[in-house]
């Protein structure tokens, strides 16, 4: 118990001292566009962290959770310009939705694995996107409230939404910390080693993997809600397109699945660099951020398969213990969990590994 109390310290700490770095150069950057490209960082990362909580832990791999952030970025965006509510509440409400959107979608899905749970997922957001142009929601602008704008969440200072960006992420990196380093996880990372083993064993997995896709789902929507007032203009194009599910999935394995620094590292390294190439080669090669992640779909593959996390984890332990990197706990330990035997999590493994 005291060696998980202080995994969960050490990294709280790490978590601590990356937010505050990265607001520190956050508010000595002085342009606007480098500004909100910082705080995209943020929000895509937030958006893989909500992929990885289903996908990374559970192995059931999904194209489709443009589904829940256009949600999210809707919920907030109708809620503001037909009802007047706050998007501080507006927020939250979005979550909801997402919660509810990942039960109604999760029941009929899960009955489906492998390939074809992938390719099912990616027909949500399809679909929503026609359904909410038919609806008449082809372009949706934010109107800009003068005289009360800090309580409808409109700053002059684009930093602020840096701000409450990292608020966002460090909550959401949190719950993925505590569901890795607890039964949650374990369950998850058994269904992902061997379901019907897990199954056997006597560990629902219909039911941890709709929590698993509800807490999913109420990330990625934060993560919309969050890029509609930032950008102040809504499309189902930008918030339902193939691309944002493609972003959320390719931040998540170019840093590492299965851990929840992964889609914080992918984001904070592709997001500049797409979002850079865009603003100076944009006008000369028109959707040039499909090809930074085409290609880097392709490097992370050739290169370190498990994502850049568990690349620079394993040279860092083998100079550290040679004789532990590689080990991998059994199948019959990982779908022991039913009795509470399962081992730690790769969280916690790691932080214990540093503190010997």
Not at 85 to 110: E, R
Not at 152 to 170: E, G, H, K, P
Not at 172 to 197: W, Y
């Amino acid at each position: 118990m005291a060696s998980k109390r202080r995994a969960f310290m050490q990294q709280y700490a790490l978590i601590a001292i990356f937010a505050v770095v990265y607001l520190v150069i956050g508010f000595l950057v002085r342009n606007s566009y480098y500004q909100l490209m910082m705080t995209l960082v943020l929000i895509w990362g937030t958006m893989g962290l909500g992929w990885n909580v289903l996908s990374g832990y559970s192995g059931m791999i999904s194209f489709g959770h443009a589904a829940f952030f256009g949600l999210g970025a809707y919920t907030v965006t109708i809620a503001f310009v037909k009802f007047g509510i706050t998007p501080w509440l507006g927020i939250p409400l979005g979550v909801l939705v997402g919660v509810i959107a990942g039960v109604l979608i999760g029941i009929p899905t899960f009955r489906l694995r492998g390939h074809y749970f992938a390719l099912s997922m990616l027909a949500y957001p399809l679909a929503m996107l026609y359904v909410f142009e038919w609806l008449g929601y082809q372009e949706v602008s934010l109107p800009m409230k003068r005289e009360n704008p800090i309580a409808y969440m409109q700053f002059t200072d684009q930093r602020a939404y840096m701000v409450i960006s990292m608020i966002v992420m460090v909550a959401c990196m949190i719950i993925s910390l505590h569901v890795e380093c607890s039964r949650f996880g374990r369950s998850l990372l058994a269904i992902k080693q061997n379901q019907p083993a897990a199954e056997a064993a006597g560990i629902n997995a219909t039911r941890w993997k709709m929590y698993a896709m509800m807490l999913s789902a109420g990330m990625a929507a934060a993560a919309g809600g969050l890029y509609a007032i930032i950008l102040l203009v809504v499309t189902p194009q930008t918030v339902f397109g193939a691309l944002v599910s493609a972003q959320a999935l390719i931040v998540a394995l170019f840093g590492g699945v299965g851990i929840f620094w992964g889609p914080v590292v992918g984001s904070a390294i592709l997001i500049p660099l797409a979002e850079t190439l865009h603003a100076e080669l944009g006008h000369i090669l028109p959707g040039i951020q499909g090809v930074v992640y085409g290609l880097a779909i392709i490097v992370i593959i050739l290169v370190a398969p498990d994502g850049i996390y568990w690349k620079v984890r394993d040279r860092i332990m083998a100079r550290r213990t040679p004789a532990k990197v590689g080990a991998q706990p059994r199948l019959a330990e990982q779908i022991s969990i039913a009795a509470d035997a399962a081992p730690e999590s790769p969280s916690c493994l790691w932080s214990n590994d540093l503190a010997a």
